[in-house]
């Protein structure tokens, strides 16, 4: 469907796009990319166009037309007639609007402009090098926890968004981290994601209309029928890009019997990926085109789930485990990239991680007959009596009980308390049931039973110890453990009602002891951490508390507000909402002084504070030592990450060191300690949860209980375990697995040279505030005050800021009309505007929208170096894969290139194509000279030629390109899928035989088995010939897209003495010498940029807006040179005017005067933006008095 036919339907109903949007029922932003072309309708769209239609005058003919190919390499049949009559301003407006929107095209780095962030050396390479030049992203970005992998995504979702090469991203993430992820897309990227849940559907389709581009969802939502049937809908256009972050929960493996285990969590994965072998419940009519993985354990351990994931990249290419084990090494970095902490560094090559050390500081319970260690005696007596008389019934429960009380003695007296309380209603519950013979006593067995099969069947399970804090879910306000121990806390071993009233008098005993002490204000732990807190190290500092039971949590906060610290304390845990835990979050970070009004303190669980960045705080207290080691690690990634601004963190584990299990716990920790010595490196706090795969410390700490000496025992074979030569093995494996590692070191001398020069082709701020300036009449608006630091907007005419005041309303109520052109970084109350923030993008479109008619009439400029006239023109051209109806994947055409192209036509008959910013060297003319007649009389004959030369020339040979480049990696594809099908049918033909063998034996799950067996041997031949044909014809179907002309200027010579005295070659020649003299005798090393071809050399657009580029200690500089024969003002370029205001300090105006003399003289002015531009008020001309008031010395 063509662009112009919605922009004319739309004109024929005297509509603007606000009303038009409203009429179709879709968004202002939508409406606006389906006349630009950056998207289509979808089938509802495109429905409501063609009936609209059809109502106008021009009736069904129009609605067929609607309905027409995609594709259109001719617009000349709509455009305006060109009589260069239309507002020059206007014209520069449009097409500036177009450039800006095309950043990346000028800037390769452009999202790092407008993104609240600055790149890490690893993440730019990831993102520049690695991803972003991929046209099919398939993607395992595995870098080591607190790299930035979020940061990593959006900075390639919003280069990917400035580029049209995509539009729809679905980002799908654990439930913990939904709020993370939705918080950083829209605070850092400005990305207006929407959560989607699945309560959503009672609405409508969540994945369909407004809204539904940008979303992200939690993997357990997403997963089940409801969600994942809206994502099934015929009316759900595909998601270009999808993301999954912690991918290991993507699970998959095999049965002993060699046959295909998924989850449903990886089934949906497949479906998103597009694997075409799948149930029928989980099929998509769509494939995601891009798909990216997040995570930093893609092992785990085990080599089955680490090959499922990557099958999920290339299912095809890596359809079986052989098929992957072969695949080449070197191949692997198009499809993954993996760095520790280790290799990553700054720009100067200093490591972005602080130093960890932990201190395990151990305290004593307080003594006597009501005491805690009276407390912990009896309770340990209780947990071994229960444990014994379970051995021979159902041990496994028991323990899982018993641990329950272990740990939270471990906890506090408080969170033991409350679990001797609930045992104690749950005991009488059971007990009043068989007492009034609602239940009878016999039953007590048959639970035992049920017990054991639980048990048996995985569905009673610690989730303390079995998971780690991103694995837990949360649901109705309960984190999972809570849920698991509230059941734990449920079972008996018990036969008989006797053994029941026996456990229950102690049980109200234990609890009687336990509110007195708690009563009595004995806390030993909490006492030797307040102690800590009051040392002048961590005196005032934040400082950060875990704990794994919200009992004690909330006892800690009480028990810190008493010491004085009221409103100093915010908490998190399962039963808050991801808005309420940001709040939290948010509370902690500010200043906790009376000004700053913030807390000192955070006290959270583990899977509440999951995916939560907290490295502004240096201190962390395990008030609660996790007995999963790999809870350990993950807390500590909490402080340990980029952007921790102390060289050392502190993490302080508070242990009971004398009793069974903190003799355990600290001997593991004292041992952890005692390795990072050995090695000179704290790796070994990385690595702390592979240590200890497949060892469950729970085991030790239960069987400790038994008696000292079984303490003493298991604590020493537990130190036993822990070795140097540990972690040495697990760096050799992983290298193994993974292959070297990405060395950025070594990149850092390329990377410092490619940002100086980034910084010389900035946009903003210079660019986007000028354009604003130009487009503030054009939108009928004023821009009121500062335009260097705030201003806001005054409406010149009624109902202009109709569809604005929509988005602003979306931004705090202190913002909403106060704008800034540079990015904040002080957290003031303001609305950035840049290409992409919505309040810019509907300024711009209703600038584009109001000029485009000016601008297709055409204007006239002057160009002071010129020597004869020419037509300039701008256009829109893109490079698409076609479309192929026999072909799933192929349904619908695919933008791979979209780009403007500016061409000079000349009446000679040359063409020759130009940069479009060539359009800020030229000035506006009211009327032509006679020398332009020769464009006047057949203007729109030029225009014609122009554009076919343009479809014919300069798209075919990005077409062209696109398809070669596409064609050296097809035999490499081909190759790779042949063998791939090739082992599979091996694999296929070894399966069927096993399991033949065991269907005779009369195994009826060997049955279905062999049956789908034979039915993937029988399609394997059509899936080969299918796979092998859609790789080359997404090679074939490579094609040159539309071309949209959107302006065309005519251009004049200046026949104004002083333009031509000012663009004398001698004066010029004479002026550059000068300043290239000047700066070599200053030591610097000196570029000439002034011309296309030598800025190109240096790596420059063809026009960067400065002549010189000079670099003298470590410092790059943008000299622009002026000449002139004698004294007189000097006049600035509109492209020399915004980088000045870009570069500041770093752009040095060169003004040479009495060139046509004996001895020229130099006058230097640093920053000219500051010191004559902006007190010129945007005036181009510059007047010598205020060159030499303002100039430095020579020196």
Request: net charge negative; proline share 4%; hydrophobic share 40%.
């Amino acid at each position: 469907m063509k662009p112009e036919q919605v922009r004319r339907l739309r004109m024929t109903l005297d509509l603007t796009q606000q009303q038009f949007s409203d009429l179709l029922g879709v968004s202002f932003v939508t409406l606006n990319r389906w006349e630009n072309g950056q998207s289509k309708p979808s089938a509802m769209g495109l429905a409501k166009l063609q009936d609209l239609a059809a109502r106008t005058d021009s009736g069904a003919a129009e609605a067929g037309a609607l309905g027409g190919r995609s594709v259109s390499s001719d617009t000349s049949a709509e455009l305006p007639r060109l009589d260069f009559l239309g507002d020059a301003n206007a014209l520069r407006v449009l097409v500036e609007g177009e450039r800006l929107s095309y950043g990346h095209l000028f800037n390769p780095v452009f999202a790092t402009e407008i993104s609240e962030i600055d790149p890490l050396p690893h993440q730019r390479i990831a993102v520049y090098r690695r991803m972003l030049p991929q046209h099919r992203l398939r993607f395992l970005l595995a870098d080591d926890a607190g790299a930035g992998k979020t940061i990593m995504t959006g900075l390639y979702v919003r280069e990917s968004l400035s580029r049209r090469t995509i539009r729809r991203v679905m980002v799908v993430a654990p439930a913990g981290l939904v709020g993370n992820w939705y918080r950083e897309l829209r605070k850092l990227f400005q990305l207006q994601f929407k959560i989607v849940t699945g309560g959503d559907t009672k609405n409508g389709n969540p994945f369909v209309g407004p809204g539904s581009d940008l979303v992200v969802v939690s993997l357990d939502s997403l997963r089940s029928p409801r969600l994942f049937n809206a994502l099934r809908d015929s009316q759900v256009a595909p998601y270009d890009l999808v993301v999954f972050d912690e991918a290991h929960k993507l699970s998959a493996n095999r049965d002993l019997d060699g046959s295909f285990r998924a989850t449903d969590r990886y089934r949906l994965a497949e479906a998103i990926a597009g694997v075409r072998e799948l149930p029928d419940e989980w099929r998509l009519p769509w494939a995601a085109h891009h798909l990216l993985l997040l995570t930093a354990t893609p092992h785990m351990g085990k080599e089955y789930p680490y090959y499922c994931l990557w099958r999920l990249l290339e299912p095809e290419i890596f359809s079986t485990e052989t098929a992957f084990a072969n695949f080449p090494r070197e191949s692997r970095d198009r499809y993954f990239v993996r760095r520790v902490k280790e290799e990553m560094v700054d720009l100067y090559g200093k490591s972005l991680y602080a130093e960890r050390f932990c201190d395990t500081v151990s305290y004593d319970l307080s003594r006597g007959a009501i005491s805690e260690q009276a407390l912990y005696d009896r309770t340990t007596a209780y947990i071994r009596d229960y444990y014994n008389q379970a051995r021979l019934l159902n041990p496994q429960a028991a323990r899982f009980a018993m641990t329950v009380f272990q740990r939270r003695m471990a906890s506090s007296t408080w969170a033991l308390l409350c679990s001797f309380r609930n045992r104690l209603a749950k005991l009488d519950a059971l007990i009043d049931d068989i007492q009034s013979g609602r239940v009878p006593e016999v039953e007590l067995r048959s639970q035992q039973k049920r017990l054991k099969r639980k048990v048996r069947e995985g569905r009673l399970v610690d989730v303390l110890a079995a998971k780690t804090a991103d694995e837990e879910t949360s649901t109705d306000g309960a984190e999972e453990n809570e849920e698991s121990e509230a059941e734990a806390l449920g079972t008996f071993v018990a036969t008989s009602l006797a053994e029941l009233m026996d456990e229950r008098g102690q049980v109200q005993e234990l609890m009687t002891l336990a509110e007195t002490v708690h009563a009595s204000g004995q806390e030993s732990k909490f006492e030797r951490m307040a102690e800590l807190l009051r040392a002048p190290q961590y005196q005032d500092q934040k400082v950060i508390v875990y704990t794994e039971h919200r009992d004690t949590l909330e006892f800690l906060s009480r028990r810190l507000e008493g010491m004085g610290y009221a409103d100093q304390v915010a908490y998190i845990h399962g039963g808050l909402g991801f808005e309420e835990r940001d709040a939290q979050v948010e509370r902690f970070r500010r200043p906790h002084d009376a000004e700053g009004k913030g807390a000192r303190f955070f006290i959270g669980t583990d899977a509440a504070a999951e995916g939560i960045n907290l490295q502004f705080c240096w201190i962390l207290f395990n008030y609660d030592v996790p007995w999963n080691p790999a809870r350990l690690e993950q807390r500590m990634g909490r402080i340990h990450r980029y952007g921790q601004k102390r060289d050392r963190v502190a993490i302080v584990n508070l242990v009971a060191g004398k009793t069974r299990e903190g003799r355990v716990i600290k001997t593991l920790l004292d041992k952890l300690e005692e390795i990072r010595k050995q090695l000179g490196s704290d790796k070994v706090f990385d690595v702390v949860g592979r240590i200890f795969e497949g060892m469950a410390i729970t085991d030790y700490i239960q069987r400790a209980v038994e008696s000292d000496d079984e303490a003493d025992k298991k604590a020493l074979e537990l130190s036993g375990q822990l070795t140097p030569e540990q972690i040495k093995a697990i760096e050799a494996r992983e290298a193994s697995i993974y292959g070297p590692g990405g060395d950025v070191r070594s990149d850092l001398p390329q990377l410092r040279e490619a940002m100086a020069i980034e910084e010389m082709r900035r946009l903003l701020p210079g660019y986007v505030r000028r354009y604003l300036e130009h487009a503030a009449p054009v939108v009928g608006i004023d821009f009121v005050g500062d335009l260097d630091e705030h201003f806001f907007m005054r409406p010149c005419k009624r109902g202009v800021l109709d569809s604005i005041l929509p988005l602003l309303e979306t931004y705090p109520e202190s913002a909403r009309n106060r704008f800034t052109v540079y990015r904040p970084d002080d957290g003031r109350d303001a609305i950035f505007l840049y290409p992409g923030e919505p309040v810019f993008e509907r300024l711009s479109a209703i600038a584009i929208e109001s000029a485009r008619n000016q601008a297709l009439r055409g204007a006239i400029f002057t160009d002071v170096g010129a020597t004869a006239p020419y037509l300039f023109h701008v256009a829109r051209v893109s490079v698409e894969r076609g479309v192929d109806p026999g072909l799933p994947a192929f349904h619908s055409p695919e933008a791979i290139e979209q780009r403007l192209v500016g061409l000079k036509q000349y009446a000679d008959g040359r063409l020759i194509e130009t940069p479009v910013e060539h359009l800020l060297l030229l000035k506006p003319t009211p009327k032509p000279s006679p020398g332009s007649v020769v464009f006047l009389a057949q203007s729109d004959t030029w225009r014609l030629a122009a554009q076919e030369h343009i479809r014919r020339d300069l798209v075919a040979k990005l077409a062209d390109l696109q398809r070669m480049n596409a064609t050296t990696r097809l035999a490499e594809t081909e190759e790779y899928l042949q063998r791939a099908f090739d082992y599979q049918e091996s694999e296929l033909a070894a399966a069927r035989k096993r399991f033949t063998e065991k269907a005779r034996d009369g195994n009826r799950i060997a049955h279905a088995e062999l049956d789908r067996i034979k039915a993937q041997q029988k399609s394997l031949a059509h899936r080969r010939e299918q796979a092998l044909l859609q790789a080359r014809r997404e090679v074939e179907l490579i094609q040159p897209g539309r071309v949209e002309m959107l302006a065309t200027a005519l251009i004049q010579p200046s026949t104004d003495p002083d333009d031509i005295k000012a663009r004398d070659a001698e004066v010029e020649r004479i002026a550059v010498e000068v300043a290239i003299a000047f700066e070599a005798a200053q030591g610097a090393d000196v570029r000439d940029v002034s011309t296309p071809p030598k800025a190109r050399l240096a790596g420059l657009n063809d026009y960067p807006g400065f002549d010189l580029m000079s670099k003298r200690a470590g410092e790059e500089r943008g000299i622009e040179v002026k000449g002139r024969v004698g004294v007189g003002e000097i006049e600035l370029t509109e492209n020399e005017w915004a980088r000045a205001c870009n570069l500041r300090e770093r752009y040095w105006l060169y003004a040479v005067f009495d060139c046509g003399g004996v001895q020229p003289r130099l006058l230097r002015v640093q920053d000219p933006f500051a010191k004559l531009i902006a007190k010129a008020r945007g005036s181009m001309a510059i007047a010598y008095s205020d060159i030499a008031n303002a100039s430095e010395a020579v020196e």
